[in-house]
């Protein structure tokens, strides 16, 4: 397919930006007829995906999208980092590495948490900036946003990406109410300005959809009469199906950049059709830069019989939801809201918690922006008022966290005293009084680190393994534990990767790998061994590879599960039986055997649902027993630790 030598002259390649710099490039965005489009691909599959679209599939598609001409595709960031690890689908530099290699001439995005980076809380500085060096090797353009749009979160990852001269896009977080006004958000370009320089694009992101699309015009109106030079990128999410809408008010009003995804793969909470957009925008006169039209319908015209593969991980509420306009949960966040709906068994009150609770606890907290980790917060705090039936009452640490101040000052207002009562107990005002002020995580050992990672992996390290194990440290020793033991099961097909049922004897498939090749992988014999589990034969390329599976021994009894109160377990811990109170997952252990702990003192930090959660010690005494360590999955009632009274 031959691509219009007027469309090649108006593209921006990753050379453009090695070779000429990012002065270039912004100019060349500025005097360019017209706007550029960014692929989201990123935010397609974590918004109505659950992050689960394969390697596999963004392969199948990369020759397509490299020719359509984006000014970038956001291929990597958010939580995409965490669940290609979690997933075992596959490690994520390796994925930005063969991706790049397979679409040269397109910019590569990513969404960054500020401090957060791509994780959920506070990360140190020196981490901070190892990790921007590590994935800008690969990553061209740089969407920075912190939750309370507060800038000197986003200072660090400013000037690693500069020193980087990668294409830096700081983010104002766009919401909606009486304190989000144009002048506002016009003073908060101005605050960003002083720290980076001109020299940037300039991000609104609308993570919920929120507003109307003459609320979305005025707003890059209002930004750009006052910094007439920035080059605006305008984000947003189509969960009331109105997003176009958005995005042709932004344009008309002088955005150069928008978003959107490949028609084929969108659903509902995720970017709008990239095709509808090209066409009603033409249609006003306004060009597409760049951008070939047929290399956009042969990527969806790939990616449909694709998509059936996925169904199970689309949204259990389907259609579009006006009402996000009420509770402002971002589109990220709604289909993993869903899922633990749908696994905790309380779905059916998800229209009271979104509609009812979650709209209250967003005005009653401050008002501020429901996005990572904010909406974490916000959607955990609503859900435990409706489902314990009492308002703030064992608030997550999160929560208590930003009520502290730790995260930045609340922008617009702090909740009323009695929601600190009701979070801190009586005593919450001297607890204010003396700890109230912004988090300043210390910088770590990165070399101790990397010893405990090799320690547990029982071999030597790489960096990027290590950048990734400062990240999400359990569940990235699990992935490389995986990987060690099963390859590089990222070329198989989701056909494969997510069939139900799993696979009869006999059965032969055919498989392509990144590079193109045929493959013939058939499910051979299968024998006992004298322990009773099974070995199968997988012929691979017609060689036999043998595969041990542990069966469990017909006629034995499951192992009870133990079924505990809060109260039995509050009341174990008085006598230092430390039991843990939720489902989740061993973050930290701060104690070791021997230690001498005192009351109030943390002793285990367990993970759950994107937000940390500490055990404290009831009582003085010595740590005897420790029954759990970092990684290891926990119930309700789980024995974590015993303490021996003093």
């Known amino acids: 397919m031959k691509i219009p030598e007027k469309l090649l002259e108006e593209r921006i390649s990753p050379r453009d930006l090695k070779e000429r710099g990012v002065s270039f490039v912004l100019e060349k965005i500025r005097r360019t007829a017209g706007y550029y489009l960014t692929n989201t691909e990123r935010d397609l599959s974590q918004s109505d995906f659950k992050n689960r679209v394969m390697p596999h599939t963004q392969l199948l598609v990369a020759k397509e999208r490299n020719d359509a001409g984006y000014f970038s595709i956001e291929i990597t960031g958010g939580a995409s980092i965490h669940v290609d690890m979690l997933r075992k689908q596959m490690n994520p530099l390796e994925k930005l590495e063969v991706l790049s290699a397979n679409m040269p001439d397109t910019l590569f995005q990513t969404l960054c948490r500020g401090i957060n980076l791509f994780g959920y809380r506070p990360y140190p500085e020196n981490v901070i900036r190892l990790t921007v060096r590590s994935f800008a090797r690969y990553v061209h353009v740089w969407r920075v946003f912190d939750f309370l749009n507060f800038v000197p979160n986003m200072v660090p990852i400013f000037e690693e ?27 908060k370009v101005g605050e960003i300005l002083e720290v980076t320089g001109p020299e940037i694009l300039l991000g609104i992101k609308n993570h919920g959809g929120l507003g109307t699309p003459r609320r979305i015009g005025r707003l890059v109106k209002a930004i750009l009469n006052a910094h007439p030079e920035l080059i605006v990128h305008y984000h947003g999410h189509n969960t009331d199906g109105a997003d176009i809408g958005r995005i042709v008010e932004a344009v008309q009003n002088g955005a150069k950049i928008v978003n959107a995804g490949d028609h084929a793969f969108t659903g509902f909470y995720g970017p709008p059709p990239l095709l509808s957009v090209i066409d009603i925008l033409d249609d006003l006169g306004y060009h597409a830069a760049g951008l070939d039209r047929q290399a956009v319908i042969e990527t969806s015209n790939k990616l449909r019989p694709e998509r059936e593969y996925y169904r199970d991980f689309e949204s259990q509420f389907l259609g579009f939801d006006p009402t996000v306009q009420t509770h402002k949960l971002p589109g990220g966040a709604t289909g993993s809201s869903f899922e633990q709906a749908l696994k905790g068994g309380f779905l059916h009150r998800m229209p009271e918690i979104l ?101 547990r992996l029982g071999r030597e390290a790489s960096e990027d393994e ?131 702990v005192s009351t109030g003192q943390i002793l285990v930090i367990l993970e759950a649902m994107k937000m940390l959660n500490n055990v404290v010690s009831d009582l003085n005494g010595q740590v005897s027993e420790i029954f759990v360590g970092p990684g290891d999955k926990v119930e309700v009632g789980t024995p974590l630790l015993m303490i021996k009274k003093e």
Not at 379 to 393: E, F, H, I, P, S
Not at 409 to 437: A, L
Not at 481 to 498: H, Q, S
Request: proline share 5%; hydrophobic share 35%.
């Open 161 to 187: 990406v500069q020193k980087a001269g990668c294409l830096l896009e700081p983010a104002i977080c766009f919401s909606t109410g009486p304190e989000h006004t144009d002048d506002f958000y016009v003073k």
């Open 355 to 455: 509609q009812t609770e979650l709209p209250r606890v967003h005005v009653e907290l401050g008002n501020w922006w429901s996005v990572t980790p904010g909406s974490q917060i916000l959607w955990t705090t609503a859900a435990n008022n409706v489902l314990k039936g009492k308002r703030y009452k064992d608030a997550t640490d999160d929560l208590k966290n930003l009520m502290l101040g730790r995260y930045g000052e609340f922008p617009f207002y702090r909740p009323s005293d009695d929601i600190y009562e009701s979070v801190f107990g009586p005593d919450w005002k001297r607890m204010v009084d003396e700890e109230y002020g912004i988090q300043k995580v210390d910088d770590i050992d990165l070399s101790v680190e990397k010893k405990v990672l090799e320690h």
């Open 466 to 596: 290590l950048v990734l194990y400062l990240q999400h440290p359990n569940d990235a020793v699990d992935f490389f534990k995986f990987e060690a033991k099963f390859g590089k099961t990222w070329v198989l097909p989701p056909r494969i990767w997510f069939k139900k049922g799993g696979f009869n004897l006999g059965e032969k498939f055919e498989i392509l790998d990144v590079f193109g090749k045929l493959h013939i992988i058939e499910i051979g014999t299968q024998r006992k061994t004298k322990t009773g589990d099974a070995v199968t034969y997988m012929l691979i390329d017609h060689h036999s590879q043998p595969i041990l599976t542990e069966m469990e021994i017909e006629g034995t009894a499951k192992e009870r599960k133990l079924q505990l109160t809060p109260k039995e377990i509050d009341a174990l811990a008085l006598s230092g039986d430390i039991r843990s109170h939720i489902t989740g997952t061993v973050n930290e252990i701060p104690v070791s055997e021997g230690d001498e």
